[in-house]
């Protein structure tokens, strides 16, 4: 069945420490990506997308991330973390032509001071 | 500014009883969607619609109806509620039309527990 992927869902690090979180998906052609973040007790709020152009996409908050089609992955990265990054991690993918989300199971992600 | 809210916050129902949340939004978007969040899950699609009158099952539909009869509201309907049913229900928008393509936007969600 064609699916969204995030390993390791659960993260604990450091202040100021680098984060990479993993996606990768199973659809076959064009898509477009996602990543949402789910501050605790908070809706999802969009972190960073990507339709076309620089495959490297900066969002808010100092994300960015990085969209490699030939190994189907969308990679999360934000080099030095703070606490208030604390917070669940959702990437999501539309496969062109359709309008329907498909969500990974998320990265739960604590940043401790 | 546009927004999109939901109604109640927090529900404690019991087995059995039919239940009703309310999703609003005045983004004048078309599209509107369910999703249940539950712990190793993540979101999972229960219903959408394209447009008034349009409703179409996701991949959690069972147990679930909607209705689709303006452009602001899906109300969610679960017509004999199951403690299986107990999670956090978000409603989302999108138009492709709007200039910001797919992006789905999200209600701040209601915590259902069915006792």
């Known amino acids: 069945a064609q699916s969204v992927s995030q390993h390791n869902h659960h993260v604990i690090l450091s202040e100021a420490a680098s984060l990479e979180l993993g996606c990768n998906y199973s659809?076959?052609?064009?898509?477009?990506l996602f990543w949402y973040v789910q501050y605790p007790g908070q809706h999802l709020q969009l972190l960073l997308k990507?339709?076309?152009?620089?495959?490297l996409v900066k969002g808010i908050k100092g994300f960015e991330a990085e969209f490699i089609k030939s190994k189907f992955s969308f990679n999360l990265r934000k080099p030095s973390v703070q606490w208030s990054d604390t917070a669940e991690y959702f990437c999501?993918?539309?496969?062109?032509?359709?309008?329907?989300?498909?969500f990974g199971k998320g990265n739960q992600v604590v940043v401790i001071p | 500014d546009a927004e999109i809210t939901q109604s109640p916050r927090h529900k404690i129902t019991e087995t059995g009883r039919q239940v009703t949340l309310a999703c609003h939004q005045t983004?004048?978007?078309?599209?509107m969607f369910w999703y249940r969040q539950d712990l190793g899950h993540g979101l999972r699609l229960i219903h959408y619609?394209?447009?008034?009158?349009?409703?179409n099952k996701g991949e959690v539909s069972d147990g679930y109806s909607v209705s689709r009869s303006n452009t602001e509201d899906l109300p969610l309907t679960l017509e004999s509620a199951a403690s299986s049913q107990t999670s956090v229900y978000f409603c989302?928008?999108?138009?492709?039309?709007?200039?910001?393509?797919?992006?789905?936007?999200f209600g701040p969600g209601t915590r259902l527990t069915v006792l």
């Open positions: 990507y339709f076309s152009g620089d495959p």
């Open positions: 999501a993918v539309i496969p062109y032509g359709n309008n329907r989300l498909a």
């Open positions: 989302a928008s999108s138009d492709e039309t709007s200039g910001r393509g797919h992006e789905q936007f």
């Open positions: 659809y076959g052609g064009t898509v477009n």
């Open positions: 619609s394209y447009g008034v009158h349009d409703t």
């Open positions: 983004w004048n978007h078309n599209n």
